[in-house]
């Protein structure tokens, strides 16, 4: 029975061969047909046949739908001298589809027959690995790289996927994307799993004990850069140094770790007795300061390095040596004013640590621009109403009804004068005329006085003054100190003068002579600065925070005050300490003062009559309000371009100052005021006078009389002159 079937099937076979060779087409049989759905196998020949017919016949012989683009054409030839069975007939299928340039894409329950080119973007199924599909079938995998970088790999073999399979890399999880025919896709997984293996690359860390690690580190460069440039495809290890603990990290092959750590041991031996000597030359903080600082750092490391140091922690720490002692070590650090600098004598490993201290404290500090503005408004009013009476005669008594002081002193001398007069007959006589005038003088004062009076012969005399006066003051103060100094560093300003206070005298009110041992008549005078006076000390922290220490005394002499012999003034302080943002206005101290003096003197029981009582009264009244606020304005100054904007502006603000008040010439000389050079200009010639080595042109220029300064860049023109 099977030989029977054996020679059916190689009938049928040669039928189909003769066919082929007789059309140059593929024809199946229907007793092939029948074959195929029993299971039997097939053998495929073809000449220059048309592919469609080829697709037809797998059809048939597979059971599958097929979907055939317009663009796919052609002719295939198919040589077979085995038979096959359906799964083998549709993997010469795809190959012969994509030796024709074409794919097969999975859509659903059909096949898509398209150009390759089409089919990474068409479809193809996403899969694991490339396993259990058709070696040329279209697919794509995602593999992610476990120990390399996924964009490196791309490069290394990009070249092996096909002109229509696609390659990437996706950074955000290390991964790679491969579309191409199932055989390649398995190819390239091969060869990523042989190059995605965990190198030896391992980091060691060597600790020095007697050398710097960043001195060894920067040998060990210099070597490695030798070595590329003699073979530039030679693989050095990474060194790194680690200031904090003194070690050298390693990195790379096994063989060239231990290379560079042998290396580094044998670099890392003890140097002479005694230390090196290295100078330091610093660029912001102050050697003198900065000496003892360092040898007591140096002291102290000294003795927590020590064996039972630990147990001598809970004790006193040691004291900081000075520059002419030393630590325990032999450490010595020695300050140079001169050149701002340090000489250090120590062992490489205290060396080390020293020139970390340094590099950390001598740092560009930064710079505080501070401020103050003092506001004081004050009025005052006062008014004084009242009258003075009196009579006086040698027989029958006095009456006075003096409510002004300054009127009783007046009258007295008034009184004086006229019994002088009296008694020698001669009122009308030049002195006694001139002594009366005086005496009345006195008696007038500010605001309207009215009086009436007269005297006679026997001495008799009588007056009458009628005091009234308002007055109104005002008082603007505004004053705004600036100061500029460095972080953490007090600053002083001092604007006033110098005024003279009467402390004491002595008279000479016994008889003169030559032998009585008198001395002449003086005076002692002690000078006090009266003005403004504003000290500073800025810390600024990290986060551009400002604490201040604040010392600001604004004083003045009072009105009125002035040519006295009792000088009053007027005295406002702050002291105080502030936490402040940079470039914030903060409100710091203020008074508000309101006063008010009602005072009335009157005659008891006349004053209280109806009508005529406002005879015998004198009221005065005064009110006084002030308002006193201070504040400050800090600005940090992190770099010039903070300081060239303040200072900048500063100076236009002085110039424009200058130029509103240089309109016109100067009285009675004539010609013009001088005014500051405009800054860009003045800027400029001090460089072009610094790159020349020349003297540097002045500050100040004189225009002449046909000039008219100008305000500068970005500023208002100044008002036009008004009137002569």
Known sequence: MNARNTLKQTVLTLSAALLVAATGSAVLTQAQAQGRNRGAEVTLNLKDAEISTLIATVSEVTGK????????????????????????????????????????????????????????????GLISNGRGVPFDEIVTHVYTVQNVSASQLVAILRPLISQSGHFAAYAGNNSLIISDRASNVMRIERLIAQIDQSGDREI?????????????????????????QADPTAQTGVVIADERSNSVLIGGEKGERSRMAEIVRRLDQPGPSGGDTQVFYLNYASAENLAPILEGYAQAASAS???????????????????????????????????????????????????????????????VLVEAIIAEVSATKA???????????????????????????????????????????????????????????????????????????????????????????????????????????????????????????????????????????????????????????????????????????????????AGTASLITNKRTVTNSVSVEGDQILFIGGLIDNQLTDSQSRIPLLSSIPVIGALFKSRSVRKAKTNLMIFIHPVILDDRKDADYYTRKRYDGVRNAEIRAAQGAVPLIGGARPVLAPFENYAADQQAAKDANTVSPPMVQEPGPEQVPTPAPGTAAPPAPSGN
């Open 65 to 124: 739908n097929f979907i055939i683009d317009p663009r796919v054409r052609g002719k295939v030839t198919v040589v077979s001298a085995s038979p096959m069975d359906a799964a083998g007939v549709y993997q010469t299928f795809l190959a012969v589809l994509q030796v024709q340039g074409f794919a097969a894409i999975p859509a659903g329950d059909a096949i898509k027959i398209v150009p390759e080119t089409n089919a990474r973007t068409d479809g193809g």
């Open 204 to 228: 060691e860390v060597v600790k020095l004990e007697n050398a710097a690690a960043t001195d060894v580190v920067r040998i060990l460069t210099t070597l490695s850069q030798a070595s590329k």
């Open 305 to 367: 390095s020590r064996p039972g140091a630990s147990a001598a922690a809970g004790g006193a720490a040691p004291a900081a040596a000075s520059s002419s002692g030393g630590g325990a070590d032999g450490t010595r650090v020695i300050a140079d004013k001169d050149t701002n600098s340090l000489v250090v004598t120590a062992a490489p490993k205290a060396m080390l640590a020293i020139r970390n201290v340094i590099s950390q404290l001598d740092i560009r500090r930064r710079q």
């Open 383 to 561: 008014s004084e109403l009242g009258l003075d009476y009196a009579a006086y005669s040698p027989s029958t008594g006095a009456i006075t009804g003096i409510l002004n002081q300054s009127t009783q002193g007046a009258l007295s001398s008034l009184a004086t004068a006229a019994s002088g007069a009296a008694s020698t007959g001669a009122a009308v006589a030049t002195g006694g005329a001139s002594t009366l005038v005086t005496a009345a003088a006195s008696l007038i004062g500010s605001g309207a006085t009215a009086g009436i009076g007269g005297f006679t012969s026997g001495g008799s005399f009588f007056a009458v003054l009628l005091r009234a006066l308002a007055s109104d003051g005002d008082t603007n103060i505004l004053a705004t100190p600036q100061l500029t100094t460095l972080d953490n560093e007090e600053a002083k300003l001092s604007v006033g003068q110098e005024v003279p206070f009467l402390t004491g005298s002595f008279s000479n009110t016994g008889s003169g002579g030559a032998n009585n041992g008198s001395v002449n008549p003086f005076q002692t005078i002690e000078r006090k600065e009266v003005g403004l006076k504003l000290g500073i000390t800025p810390t600024v922290n990290e986060n551009n925070g400002i604490k201040l220490k604040i010392d600001l005394e604004s004083s003045g002499i009072a009105s009125g005050g």
